[in-house]
C-alpha cells in the first residue's frame, strides 16, 4: 500500500518561495511508469496541477505556472520536492502529492497540507 505524505510551512510571507515535500512510502519513486505530482485546490475553486517528475527524473510544469516551478527528488529519502517561487495570496491553496499510474489513474493522494501566503 502506498502512502504519501505532504510535509513543509503552511505560511509563507509574499514574494517567497513555498517548499513542500512529499515522502513516500511503500513504492519506489523510480518504479517505471510512474508519475508524481504536485497538485493544489484554491479555496473555493477546483484542482490545478502544478507539475510532476517521472521515474527518470524528467519533469513537466503547467504553462501557467512553469516560470515560478521547480520539482525535484531525493531518491535516498524516497521523496520529491515542489519549490514555487515568488508567492502571492494567490498560491494560498490545499497543495496534494499524488501518484498517477501506469494507466492514467490518480491512484495515490496525500491527506494534503494547507499553505496560506500572507505577511
Known amino acids: 500500500q502506498v502512502q504519501m505524505q505532504e510535509s513543509g510551512p503552511g505560511l509563507v510571507k509574499p514574494s517567497q518561495t513555498l517548499s513542500l515535500t512529499c515522502t513516500v512510502s511503500g513504492g519506489s519513486i523510480t518504479t517505471r511508469y510512474y508519475s508524481w505530482y504536485w497538485i493544489r485546490q484554491p479555496p473555493g475553486k477546483g484542482l490545478e496541477w502544478i507539475g510532476y517528475i517521472v521515474s527518470s527524473g524528467s519533469t513537466a510544469y503547467s504553462p501557467s505556472l512553469r516560470s515560478r516551478t521547480s520539482i525535484s527528488r531525493d531518491t535516498s529519502k524516497n521523496q520529491f520536492i515542489l519549490q514555487l517561487s515568488s508567492v502571492t495570496p494567490e498560491d494560498s491553496a490545499v497543495y496534494y502529492c499524488?501518484?498517477?499510474?501506469?494507466?492514467?489513474?490518480?491512484?495515490?493522494w496525500g491527506q494534503g497540507t494547507q499553505v496560506t501566503v500572507s505577511s
Open positions: 499524488v501518484r498517477r499510474g501506469s494507466t492514467a489513474e490518480y491512484d495515490y
